[in-house]
């Protein structure tokens, strides 16, 4: 569907870069397995269009999505493992084909990477960044309490789904 934007091909590319970096990395294998997994990139894509909405280059705002998709990339490994989840989109998940272990430091990996690709933005994007990642965690800790209303429910998605 969006395969044939400049814009995704942007992402890709980049996901792909950054794939390379981490080969021969202990967590490479893992790095590797779920950036490469097929996805649509929506959050990235939102992310590439509102900058261009206002006039900037897309390139200019690459390292911003690709922030955004290493976050929510390391989100889905640590929603597997919360939720023992041996299949992500119709493959293993990361949980099952490398292991808790493995998995979990590949999450984080990926977490710490977006950090440095959102600092090049300065200290209010940081900032903004880091709050979106602190409610995606306040949303899974929703998500895991078993949600009991719509209001529960609408704050979980709001906090685990929309916050990037």
Request: some cysteine.
């Amino acid at each position: 569907m969006f395969a044939n934007w400049e814009e995704h091909g942007l992402i890709e590319d980049g996901l792909r870069s950054i794939v390379l970096e981490s080969r021969g990395l202990h967590v490479g294998d893992v790095i590797e397995y779920v950036l490469l997994s097929p996805g649509k990139r929506v959050r990235p894509l939102i992310l590439l269009f509102s900058s261009e909405a206002f006039g900037c280059d897309p390139r200019d705002a690459l390292n911003a999505a690709l922030a955004v998709e290493l976050a929510h990339a390391a989100s889905l490994i640590h929603d597997d493992i919360l939720d023992c989840g041996m299949e992500r989109r119709g493959a293993p998940s990361a949980l099952r084909r490398f292991g808790m272990e493995a998995s979990l430091l590949g999450g984080d990996y990926l977490i710490s990477m977006s950090i440095g690709l959102i600092s090049s933005y300065g200290q209010p994007a940081i900032r903004l960044f880091s709050k979106a990642c602190m409610d995606m965690a306040e949303g899974e800790i929703i998500d895991l309490s078993r949600i009991a209303s719509p209001q529960e429910y609408y704050q979980c998605i709001t906090k685990k789904t929309a916050s990037l």
